[in-house]
């Protein structure tokens, strides 16, 4: 009968043989320069968009959009670990989430527009009130927020 020492030995063995498989189908499985793609850069999203992909979308370089409120755009089942946050992934490769993402286009409320400087001019009534917005605490944005929705709350996006 082996001792335990024995079995922790081996299993660590496997394990860093397992690593240095994953590692180097990594480095040989670019699946990018057999099929190309036009990916997207992650950090050209808007806010309330962001990657996802789990290990197998990571490694082909097939990572999705996912927006808040829903799954991603194409509508893979977000249901597992997220790895291309957790790797850092820096493009998109989903072509179906893409060409979506590019469809839809979110509107921004008057408080988005009057921070970017898109709106000017207001009068004195409608500038402190967005003053106060970008002052408040949650409770009082939430107030404003039911008192003026087409001001600060976002319309959702229909896809």
Request: aromatic share 12%; hydrophobic share 35%; with cysteine.
């Amino acid at each position: 009968m082996y001792s335990s020492a024995y079995y922790l030995q081996a299993l660590l063995l496997l394990s860093k043989r397992l690593n240095n498989l994953i590692i180097n189908h990594r480095e040989r499985d670019d699946r990018s320069y057999f099929k190309p793609n036009k990916q997207m850069k992650t950090q050209d999203l808007k806010s309330g968009f962001s990657i996802f992909g789990n290990k197998g979308a990571v490694w082909s370089n097939e990572c999705h959009i996912i927006g808040e409120g829903f799954g991603t755009l194409c509508g893979n089942p977000a249901l597992s670990t997220n790895w291309a946050f957790i790797e850092e992934v820096e493009h998109i490769g989903c072509q179906k989430c893409i060409e979506v993402y590019n469809q839809a286009e979110q509107p921004k409320t008057t408080y988005e527009k009057w921070l970017s400087g898109e709106l000017r001019n207001f009068g004195s009534f409608h500038t402190s009130l967005l003053e106060t917005y970008q002052k408040a605490d949650s409770n009082n944005r939430t107030r404003l927020e039911n008192a003026f929705p087409e001001w600060f709350l976002a319309k959702s996006i229909t896809i």
